[in-house]
C-alpha cells in the first residue's frame, strides 16, 4: 500500500518556466513533509522541507505548499533551469518518529533549454 | 566530510550467489537506513537502525535478506541466495535523528 503517492511520473518544461510537482499521502498522522532531488548515478539530496503546521515554505526559486484536508502537497520551481532536470522524490515522516521517511515512487522533471 | 560511503557501486552476480552490500555513514549520525529503489515503487525502506540497533525490518522483502551494524560506523545488507527479482540500486542513508536524511552514492545491483 503505497501511502505516499507522486502519480506523474515525468514531467517537461520550458526553461524559465514554472515546474509543479505534486504528491498526495493518506496517512493523516504525517507531520513532516520532505522533498528530495537525484541526479543519475547519486544519491538523493535533500531540497526543501515543510512541517504540517504551516501551509508554505520558501527557499530561493523553491517553494513548497501542503494542503492537509487535501492531504497534498506541492513543489513549485520558478524559474526552471535546465540543472533543475533530475528525479524528484517527495517524502513523509510519521509524527513520533524521528528518523523513518515514506518516499513516493518519484518524478522525472526534464527542463529544456 | 566524506558523507555516506557504500560498496561496491556496481555489482554483477549470478542467481543463487550471496551478495553483501557495504555502508559507512556520516560520523555523528544516530540512524542508519537502508532503501531499494525501483522503477514501479520507487524507494522502498527496507529496514533502519537507531544507535546501531535495528529498529524496523518490516520492508525487508523475505528471509533471504539480512542487515547488520555491528558498530557505529559500519552495516552491511545481504541477500542470500540472490534472484534476479532484487535487481536494483540499494542506497543506505543516515541521519543525526531529525527527519533529513543523507544519502549516499547506491549500489547498483544486477542478478542475472
Known amino acids: 500500500d503505497q501511502q505516499v503517492k507522486q502519480n506523474s511520473p515525468s514531467l517537461s518544461v520550458q526553461e524559465g518556466r514554472i515546474s509543479i510537482l505534486n504528491c498526495d499521502y493518506t496517512?493523516?498522522?504525517?507531520?513532516?513533509f520532505l522533498w528530495y532531488k537525484k541526479y543519475p548515478a547519486e544519491g538523493p539530496t535533500f531540497l526543501i522541507s515543510i512541517s504540517s503546521i504551516k501551509d508554505k515554505n520558501e527557499d530561493g526559486r523553491f517553494t513548497v505548499f501542503l494542503n492537509k484536508s487535501a492531504k497534498h502537497l506541492s513543489l513549485h520551481i520558478v524559474p526552471s533551469q535546465p540543472g533543475d532536470s533530475a528525479v524528484y522524490f517527495c517524502a513523509a515522516s510519521p509524527s513520533g518518529n524521528t528518523g523513518k521517511l515514506i518516499f513516493g515512487q518519484g518524478t522525472t522533471l526534464q527542463v529544456k533549454p | 566530510d566524506a558523507g555516506v560511503i557504500q560498496s561496491p557501486r556496481h555489482e554483477v552476480t549470478e542467481m543463487g550467489q550471496e551478495v553483501t552490500l557495504r555502508c559507512k555513514p556520516i560520523s555523528g549520525h544516530d540512524y542508519l537506513f537502508w532503501y531499494r529503489q525501483t522503477m514501479m515503487r520507487g524507494l522502498e525502506l527496507l529496514i533502519y537502525?537507531?544507535?546501531?540497533?535495528?529498529?524496523?525490518d518490516s520492508g525487508m522483502p523475505e528471509d533471504r535478506f539480512s542487515a547488520k551494524m555491528p558498530n557505529a560506523s559500519f552495516s552491511t545488507l545481504k541477500i542470500q541466495p540472490s534472484e534476479p527479482r532484487d535487481s536494483a540500486v540499494y542506497f543506505c542513508?543516515?541521519?543525526?535523528?531529525?527527519?533529513?536524511?543523507?544519502f549516499g552514492p547506491g549500489t547498483r545491483l544486477l542478478v542475472l
Open positions: 537502525f537507531n544507535n546501531n540497533v535495528p529498529i524496523d
Open positions: 496517512n493523516s498522522m504525517f507531520d513532516y
Open positions: 542513508a543516515s541521519s543525526p535523528g531529525v527527519a533529513s536524511q543523507y
